[in-house]
Every structure is written in structure tokens, then in C-alpha cells.
């Protein structure tokens, strides 16, 4: 169409702050000057039909300035502001003003020959005021409400960070910032009622990146603590991060629980230190919440239930620490988005991969070896890594592997040479993670994880030749594997929906192997093996709507089902007829006998789920929730269980939390249990009720005290039938004919308490105490006795110090000083490191110690008589051990390193005769790169 501007005039409008000028006729005048020729053909300017006075800002006005704003607006054929430039600026807030204005305008569209087309025009706003104005623009003008402020810390230290920048982004793309003072406190006022996106920043310090909503009615208070990227972590404190919701619910993070003293450096293990949970034995690990056993407490991995925790059930995590967020811990009372599940749940969540650049971590340690690395890809023009960005992927992989397989053998063939037979040990275990995110817009999230573990255990015997030779072996091996797919769709600021599904495997292995000393074809083999596969798969759609501030709402639905076949197994070879040796020879037959046994099995669990938080009065929150569990497992066994569930909280006073709640929870028998062949397909799930009272006083600014009170009945436990009712069937194994049953009841209860003192500067500690009873009943005796897992006092005490004053190697050699190159440097790094010492103790009644007689099968004319009676003798001997941990920090220019020394059992605690053998005085020497 041509090279043209339309150009048109404004009539001045009203008295106002913001006035119209006459708009002269610019491109006649570059025309005139260049000596164009206007265009051959009859053009018409748009007119204006609607339009709208700027306001003027009100802190322009309070200052006194005055200004003109040329703006470019272009306008469609439709008559339509579809863009709005500033060619002349005066200022940034009139320039918003008068776009602003400007996009609000409405016109009859400009023609050229009579046909409507897309113009540009040139507008002119100019911005003046009289004193009377500016001076009622002043009184009427006060300072907006204070409804945003805190204070910036650093993580672990919790050091004031002066000068950090918080900024509160909304959805028009406005910025609203503010500067920490010397405190690292900050205040800002006038922030719009919604859920905005916050940035904390800090130099030496990772970006921080969270949501928080915003009330025209209150003042959002928030503390933030900004991980430094090089620092020595001072990190072990236990903070309830949400306890407006969750009555029981205790928080981990990474960074804070990744130094816990007698954890081998797993943050993990640190639950073990928390009110309610047991002390397993030897490496301890096991999950026990309140004297039940660890079957009965459920494991998730960003909301997948997972199989195992801990490798080997006792040493290490499944999961590598540097993919991981936070845990959270519910020794009871948990929502209704749980499930399958009596006692507690541990819910681990992965990591959230908001890398600036690419991140190695190696650690290596007498245990194991492992790494991490994490990366951003962006195709295109680099951006913010924490905004959306669809040209934008993070990926983050790690993985670990022990030793046991290299230097257990080597230590048995010390202690006993091959020569009159051996003896061997390989153990070994590995896990990966690996993770992948991609944000390409702010409403939606998507990521891709997978995850996995592998144990492995094969111990063999050679015997020597004089005591006939032959060889045994025995293999163990335990695996599962997860792909989690998940989309979270941020539909609304008050309304976010959450979709995930996972398929995966799971897999048991136990095998038997043994063949004589005899050369061939004298030779006999002897093989067993029970094979436990499947594959599982599940989905989970969670929507939650923050209708308001009073009302909130969580919808769920949850479906899980695994399909594992087991394989049972025996192999025999050997001479069809033995005789005498000299009547065996190569041309002898060969005994093959092989017997298989399989059985094809399936478990399901369909689960909708409803929660309401309702705030009535200020301080008081009531959180009615519902779970309907559907189980479907063995051939034909089909239960629906309602679960119904309830929690309070209430802060009548500024420090001091009222809090209860009550629940009723289903887990359905594991699937051996429920077997055709060596189960019983009839049994029922396994019920609870849960019920909580307790309180939280904060004593001091540093300092919280924590008591709940707990009473938990169980029923239709399944238990072996002739075996002590008191034996749980995960340290009792078939016997004879035996079946499982569900006649035994059960009952827990007790307190637990928990004095904390924050993280200081320097300090910290805590101090968890729980005393309960567990206990069984098989009606028609109605005698209760004690549970395996009942420990009636759990006393622990964990605490950590930093020492305030390294050597200043490092700042003597930058000011001259000392020597400085980068050998010396690199010298005065390692000498100047930081140290913390932090320390463990632990106290725990010892488990019952059951003696019994085993129960020969009852004939059928004797079924009136009750097998013989266990008898409870004595408890084993009271548990005690103190750890002990020194972490050495080193600061380098562009990587950090650390050493640990953490030891187990520092007076060497031992064990009573006849009791359960206990790890001795062990240090393990860990060391940690980081790039």
C-alpha cells in the first residue's frame, strides 16, 4: 500500500491533570522538507470516536513534574488500538499513563480510496496541573498499606544478608521491588491482592523463587533464607515449614539435614531423630512408627509409593541427596491424599532443577561413591532461568554404587584363608535418579523422572576337600524401577491442577545353589529359586481451589495396581543310580528332575479423595477430609472401605497451637500373604484408627517446645497362625502348614516431645523424647502382650556446633600479606576452612525378647488343642550409642571441597549376651567436591 502516516489533529479536552494538545500534521511536514509527493490517491486520517483521560500519577503530581508524551497509535481496519509505542518519553510513569489512556481509545478506521485500512498515527499527551491540584493531590494522598515485609537470611547460618533484592513480579509484567536494609529486614507496601511471584537475590547467594499470596485484609510475613553457593553448610535443624495444615507433620530440607551426625551423610536417615520413630537394630534404618512394624508405614517419591527406603533395609537411601527437596514426615494423622498405609508416611519430593548454569557434586566415602550433575539447555537468547521459557530445558542426573563387593571378600579371605575352604560375602547396591523439566509458559510445568535400586547379596562357601568339598551359594537380589511422568497446570491464581502417571517394575529374587565335592559324573546339583515379578502402573489427578481465604478445597483421585508373578522353583542333577563309585561312569544316565511352581497374581487400589480446609474464626482451622479405598487383590477378594478424616488447629494466643486430629486407615495384605499355594486368599486389609491431641509453645524467640499425645487401635492384623501372636510376619516366616489369619488386635499409644532450638549462628539442637506401649491381643484370650517393635523410651538428643574463628590465611594473602599464586593459594584454601562439630545420642529400650515353642500341625481329631502358648521372658538389653561428627569445609576460587569424618558408636557400646549384635567404634571418612 505504500510508505504513509496518517496524521490528525485532537481538540483540547477538559481541565484535567492529563490535557490534549493540537497534534501537528508531522509527515506533511517531513514530506515538504524532503520533497515527496504525497501519495496518488484520496486518503483519510481514522477519526477518534472514544477516548479516555490519562490519570496522572500520583507521585508525578506530589513532585511537581509535568511533561509531554508522543505516543504512535496503530489502528486496525475494525477501529481498534492494537499497539501503542512512546516516540518521545517523559518519564516512565507518564509514559505508562498515557499508553494506558491511549489503549482505551476508539476510532472510525482511516480509508484509502474509500477502503479501510491499517493506520498510524502520531498522538501528543501532554501532562500539566495547577498548584490548587497538585497541593489536593497531596492531602488527599497517603502511603499505601504495608502488607508485604520480613527479613532475608542465609540458609544454614541464618546470617543477615544486607542489600538483598526482593522483588514481587504480577501478571501485567509490573515489578515491584525492594531493598533489605542492614538487618537484611525489608518492607513494601501496596502490593495487589493475588498469588504473585517473588524473587529473592543476593550476591554470593542462589536466586530464590517462590509464590505468595497477597490480602488487601493482612500483611504477608515471610523469613527467607538464601543458600550460599560456597560456604561451609551449617545445616542440620528441623523446622515444621507448614504447620497451619498439618497437625503431625514434621519438614526436612536438603540443605539442613544433610550433616546429621551417625547418618553416614544420607539427609534421609535423619528422620530416625525425629519424635515417634524407632531405632532399628545394627545400622538402624528401619522405618518404626510407634512399635509398629515397617510394613505398616508407606514410602512415596513425589507421590509413588516405592517399595524400600533404605538398600539392604538399614544403610542407605534409595535416593541420591542431592536429588532431593525436603521430606516430610507424618508419624500419624495424615490427609486423606495417603493411603495404603496404618501407621505413617514418609513422603520424599525430588528436587526442583533451577540451575543458572551446569552444577557437579562427586562424593566419595568408605561406604560408597557417587555424583550429581545438573544443567540448563536453552536454544536461543539466554533468559532468567527461574522465568518460563519455552526454548528453555534443566536436566539433572545422578548415581551410586558401593564397595562391599570389593573389599568384604578380601577382609573374609584375610580372616580366613582358602586353603581349608572359604568363605564369601558380595554385597553391593546401586540407585539412579534422573530428572527433566521444561516450563514453557508460567500456567504450565512439566517434567519427566526416573528412578531406580538395585540390591544385591551373594554369600558362598567352599568347603575344604577332606570334609568332602562342594560348594554353596546363596543369592539375594531386590530391584524397582519408576518413569513418573507430570503436568501441573496453574489454571487460576487460586486454582492449580495436578496429573501424573508412572509405570515401572519391581523385582525379588531368592536362590539356592549347591553341588558336592564329588568329581564327574559322581557329581550331584541342587538348585532353588523363588522369583517375585511385576509390573506396576499408576496415575494420580489432584485439583486444588483456593475459593478463599476461609475456604479451600482438595480433590483427588488416585489409582494404583501392580501384577506380580511369582515363580517357585527346584532343579536336581545327578547319577540315576549311585551304587558303588566304580559302577558310575561317563555312560551312566543322568537324574534331571525340575519342578516348577507359578502363580499369577494382581493388586489394585482405586482411591477418590476429598479434603475442605475451612477457617471460620481468626485462629481456628478445621480440615474435614474423605478417602474411599477400593482394594482388589489375590483371585477374587474385592473390598471398598470408607475412610473418613478429621483435623483441628487452633492459635488462640500469638504463639500458642491447640491441635488434634482422627482417622480410620486401610492396608491391604501384602501378596504373599494373600497367595493361593502358601497364603490365605480370604484375608481382610488391616485397620486403624488414629487419633492425636496435642499443643506447640514457643518459649523463646529461638526456642519451641512440641508434646502430642497418640492413641492408635489396630485390628484384623495378619499374623501367623501358629506362631506367637506378638511375632510380626516380618521376622516370622511359613512354617509347616501354617496360614495367615486376621484374629489378632493391636493398640498403640503414648506422647512424644520435642524441645528444638533454632539455628543460631553457631548453634543448634533439639531434644525428642517418646514414650509409648505397643501391644497385641488374639481374642478369645484377651491378654494383651507386647509388640516385637514396642520400645517404651526413645530419647534422643542431636545437636551441632560451628566454630565461629577459621585461620585468615586466605585474607592475609590477599592483602599482601602472604605469598600469593595458586599453589599458595590453593594452600591457604585448605587451611583456612571452616569446622563444625556435631554430636548424636540416642537411648532406647530394648525390643521384647520372645522364647516359643513352634507348633506341630494339629491333626484334624486334635483340632480342639491350641498350639503351645510363647513364652515372654525378658526385653533385650537398653540401646544406647553416641555419634559423633566433624565436617572441614574448603572454599577454593572455583570449586568447593569438604571432609567428614563421622563416627559410629564412640565409647563402643555393646551388646549383652544373647542379645542382637551391634555396629562397633566405626569412622567413615567421607569427602565431597563440588563444581
Known sequence: MGRWVVLFTLLRGPAAYAQFEEQPDFEKQRAQEEGEEPPPREVRAPVILRKADPVYPPQALREGRRG????????????????????????????????????????????????PVSAAVLFRQRFDFTESQREAAARAAGPPPLNFLGQVREAGTKEVLPEAEVTVHLDDGTILAVTADDGGRFELRGVPAGRWMVHIAHPEHELMTTVEEFSAREAVEARYFLPRRSYNRFETVIRD??????????????????????????????????????????FGGALLVRGTPPRSTAVYYDGVQIPQLYHFGMLRSVIHPELLENIEVYPGGFGPQYGRATAGVVDVRSRKLSLRGCRGV?????????????????????????????????????????????????????????????IGFAPVYSDYQAKLEYRPVAAHHFSLLAF??????????????????????????LQFHRLLGRWRWNIHPRMRNDF???????????????????????????????????????????LRWDHAEWLSLLMGFEYAVNAPRLLVSTHEIGPLEQGREGTVDASTPLRH????????????????????????????????????????????????????????????????????????????????????????????PERSFQNTVGFEQRLTPWMTVAINGFLNFRDDLV??????????????????QTIFDNASIGRVYGVDFLLRHEITKHFYAWIAYTLSKSEVNRPPDDVWRMFNFDQTHILTFVGQYRIPWHFPFREWSRSGRLPRNWLANMGWAILAGDVSVGWRFRYVTGNPENYFQIAQPVAPEEEGQRPPEPLFVRRFSTWHQLDVR?????TFDLWLMGISLDVLNVYNSKADDGDIPRIPLLPVLGINVEI
Open 68 to 115: 509531554t508524551v508522543v505516543l504512535r497509535i496503530a489502528v486496525d481496519v475494525d477501529g481498534a488500538v492494537r499497539r501503542v509505542e512512546v516516540v518521545e518519553s517523559a518519564g516512565a510513569d507518564l509514559d505508562y499513563a498515557a499508553m494506558g489512556a491511549a489503549a482505551a481509545f476508539g476510532f472510525q478506521p482511516g480509508t484509502a480510496d474509500g477502503v
Open 241 to 282: 515449614r507448614r504447620p497451619s495444615k498439618e497437625v503431625t507433620r514434621i519438614s526436612l530440607s536438603r540443605d539442613e539435614v544433610n550433616r546429621v551426625p551417625g547418618t553416614f551423610g544420607d539427609p534421609i536417615r535423619a528422620i530416625e531423630a525425629l519424635p515417634s520413630m524407632g531405632q532399628g537394630t545394627l
Open 362 to 422: 562427586a562424593d566419595i566415602s568408605f561406604l560408597e561413591s557417587g555424583f550429581f550433575f545438573g544443567c540448563g539447555l536453552t536454544w536461543g537468547k539466554a533468559r532468567n532461568p527461574d522465568a518460563p521459557d519455552p526454548r528453555r530445558i534443566t536436566f539433572a542426573f545422578a548415581g551410586r554404587r558401593s564397595y562391599f563387593d570389593a573389599f568384604v571378600p578380601l577382609a573374609l579371605e584375610v580372616v580366613n584363608p582358602g586353603q581349608r575352604g572359604s
Open 452 to 477: 531406580g535400586s538395585d540390591d544385591f547379596v551373594k554369600f558362598f562357601i567352599t568347603l575344604p576337600q577332606d570334609a568332602g568339598g562342594g560348594q554353596g551359594t546363596f543369592r539375594f537380589e
Open 500 to 542: 501424573q502417571v508412572y509405570t515401572g517394575l519391581d523385582s525379588a529374587f531368592l536362590g539356592v545353589h549347591f553341588t558336592d565335592g564329588r568329581p564327574p559324573p559322581h557329581r550331584q546339583l541342587s538348585a532353588a529359586g523363588i522369583n517375585n515379578t511385576g509390573p506396576v502402573f499408576g496415575i494420580r489427578e489432584e
Open 593 to 684: 528332575t525340575r519342578n516348577v511352581l507359578r502363580e499369577d497374581r494382581r493388586a489394585l487400589n482405586l482411591a477418590p479423595y476429598l479434603q475442605v480446609l475451612i477457617q471460620p474464626l481468626p485462629g481456628l482451622l478445621l480440615i474435614p477430609g474423605f478417602r474411599w479405598d477400593y482394594f482388589l487383590y489375590s483371585r477374587d477378594t474385592r473390598m471398598a472401605a470408607p475412610t473418613p478424616r478429621f483435623t483441628g488447629r487452633w492459635e488462640p494466643f500469638d504463639g500458642t497451637i491447640l491441635k488434634a486430629t482422627s482417622g480410620v486407615y486401610y492396608q491391604a495384605p501384602r501378596a504373599y500373604e494373600t497367595s493361593f499355594y502358601v497364603g490365605n486368599p480370604a484375608l481382610l
Open 719 to 736: 499374623q501367623l497362625h501358629a506362631l506367637p501372636i506378638n511375632v510380626d510376619v516380618d521376622v516370622g516366616l511359613p512354617l509347616f
Open 886 to 890: 566433624v565436617d572441614y569445609k574448603m
